[in-house]
């Protein structure tokens, strides 16, 4: 058995990314961010769906077009459809931000 | 936005379950227990796979053919092959128990 609060070096220079699960139709990764950010221009353009929930931590997640970021705490949840563009504006630097993320396809 | 903390009754007399994404190979469902384990003599055995994680809380998991339970904290996942036969032997009764459940068959 194995914990998604473990193995995660105290100092995170990039974002951690770990796939713990590796299925046909599913992938489900742990991302641990510390502060960063995507880079200034840069978005997601997924060609899989995505379903990412916040286990700790803080996060802001801008899509495309959207006024304003998605300010996302521990339990929160969300769907990001394929191609819908988005990045992150913002994880707290105050403690490691804990994602899990769930891509699939459809049909 | 939806949190996985949100929305549970203090009192639990069942086992709660919610769908939080439905999609063509993949569901994902929130279970909350509250002391609650599977009835004696019951085991699950379900024709998808399934990856479950203890967001908080703690249970105890009986693989058939085990000798012991397994005991999952928060963070702790594992995964649970279709038709590998297993029961919740002990969920705590100090706090409510939230599980998050992927299910998805493969090919």
Redesign the interface.
């Known amino acids: 058995?194995?914990?998604?609060?473990?193995g995660i070096p105290a100092e995170l220079p990039d974002e951690l990314t770990e796939t713990?699960?590796d299925?046909?139709?599913?992938r489900?990764e742990r991302i641990v961010s510390h502060g960063q950010a995507s880079p200034a221009g840069f978005w997601y353009d997924q060609s899989e769906?995505e379903?990412v929930?916040v286990?700790q931590g803080a996060a802001r997640l801008l899509f495309e077009g959207d006024a304003a970021p998605?300010e996302?705490?521990?339990?929160?949840?969300?769907?990001i459809p394929a191609h819908r563009r988005h990045r992150v504006e913002w994880t707290t630097p105050d403690e490691q931000t804990v994602w899990?993320a769930?891509f699939?396809?459809?049909?």
């Open positions: 058995m194995r914990n998604l609060f473990a713990v699960l299925a046909a139709n599913v489900i769906h379903w929930l286990l998605v996302m705490h521990a339990g929160d949840y969300l769907e899990l769930v699939y396809s459809v049909g």
